[in-house]
Nanobody, 125 residues
Framework: QVQLVESGGGLVQAGGSLRLSCAAS????????VGWFRQAPEKEREFVGA????????SYADSVKGRFTISRDNAKNTVYLQMNSLKPEDTAVYYC??????????????????WGQGTQVTVSS
């Protein structure tokens, strides 16, 4: 069993940056694909990006491509989401999740077995 805990959320002005962390405990996260999802009020949860277990492959939603970067430090059992040039439409609760495989399913919430509790990101205009 893997427990995931997100941190680093907060309030930031448009154009600013935040770095979210996803720390794993219970088992090493090094063998897992880790995805980031977000959910805004009254909207469905949506894919933000994902990183494979080695960190050398990443995928991003078009809406964040070029602004967000996912990285991982398996020695620290932690995955990061660096968010730059933030926009008000990025406001949401951000979740990290773990999956056992790097597959075409990485874009979809159903592919992930473990989820964190989420961290709020609010971008003011």
């Amino acid at each position: 069993q893997v427990q995931l805990v997100e941190s680093g959320g907060g309030l930031v002005q448009a154009g600013g940056s935040l770095r979210l962390s996803c720390a794993a405990s219970g088992r090493t996260i090094s063998a897992y694909t880790v995805g980031w999802f977000r959910q805004a009020p009254e909207k469905e949860r949506e894919f933000v990006g994902a990183v494979n277990w080695t960190g050398d492959s990443t995928s991003y939603a078009d809406s964040v491509k070029g602004r967000f970067t996912i990285s991982r430090d398996n020695a620290k059992n932690t995955v990061y989401l660096q968010m730059n040039s933030l926009k008000p439409e990025d406001t949401a609760v951000y979740y990290c999740a773990g999956a056992r495989s790097w597959s075409s399913g990485r874009y979809y919430a159903w592919n992930y077995d473990y989820w964190g509790q989420g961290t709020q990101v609010t971008v003011s205009s």
